[in-house]
């Protein structure tokens, strides 16, 4: 959905690595500042009776990260609260666009939490895997065909025409598109269901099914604005 911020057991996180990268901070100055918030608030949470632990269980939970040369090391996925707690002290104007991103990144995560609890994406959800249930099964066909014609990566099949219906209603996966993503999803796999037998029964080659597949879908998107 975006590159900010992601689902963590069903809440909206960011990691410390990436605050730091996009707020040109060192990553182990932004360690310290978390820990520092961290030992701090022990003492408030105490005067109100409040359990200290609540800050790093919700806001900051640490976590690792392996880096490019294999090694370990610490980071910490932080909630809206934890990421405004440790970010209110950042200046300066790019510091403003990144805390500007960062809300809006949060904004449209937590929406779509919210929309995933609605009946309407529930019953939505399950329509969708009904029609990926009959595109699913059209695609098996095409494999076998592939395989008849040649083909030496056949049961690739299946992930490139996924590829190609989330990207045509603009969608990285199924798990975290929209209700309005998922129904047209539904149309689009219906749209590859039909080309495919099409083109099976007029015996084309498995490529140029594919690229049927695309131009039909590129008409389509261009009439009913499918991606979102």
């Known amino acids: 959905m975006n590159e900010l911020v992601h689902l963590e057991h069903d809440e909206a996180v960011c990691n410390s690595l ?12 932004v360690l310290r500042d978390i820990d520092k918030l961290i030992s701090d608030s022990s003492k408030w949470w105490s005067e109100n009776k409040t359990d ?12 690792t990260y392996k880096n490019s040369r ?15 707690l440790l970010c209110m002290g ?6 403003l666009d990144w805390k500007l991103k960062y809300i809006n990144a949060f904004n449209q995560m ?3 939490i919210r929309e995933k609890q609605s009946q309407s994406w529930i019953e939505t959800r399950t329509v969708g895997k009904l029609s990926r249930k009959a595109e699913t099964d059209v695609l098996k066909q095409l494999v076998e065909y592939a395989k008849q014609q040649g083909s030496e990566h056949a049961d690739m099949l299946y992930m490139t025409y996924s590829k190609l ?17 998922l129904m ?9 269901l039909k080309v495919v037998e099409e083109g099976i ?15 039909r879908l590129a008409i389509v998107n261009q009439l009913a604005y499918l991606t979102v």
């Open 18 to 29: 990436e605050v730091a990268e996009k707020f040109g901070k060192r990553h182990d100055l």
């Open 52 to 63: 200290s632990s609540k800050l790093r269980s919700e806001m900051f939970k640490e976590t």
């Open 70 to 84: 294999g090694k370990i090391y610490r980071c910490f996925e932080m909630n809206r609260d934890g990421f405004s």
């Open 90 to 95: 950042f200046t300066g104007k790019e510091a």
């Open 110 to 112: 937590e929406n779509y």
């Open 165 to 181: 219906a989330n990207k045509t209603v603009g969608a990285a996966d199924r798990d975290t598109a929209t209700a309005k993503q």
């Open 184 to 192: 047209n999803l539904s149309v689009t796999e219906n749209i590859i």
């Open 201 to 215: 029964s007029q015996q084309l080659h498995y490529k140029e099914i594919y690229k049927n597949c695309k131009d």
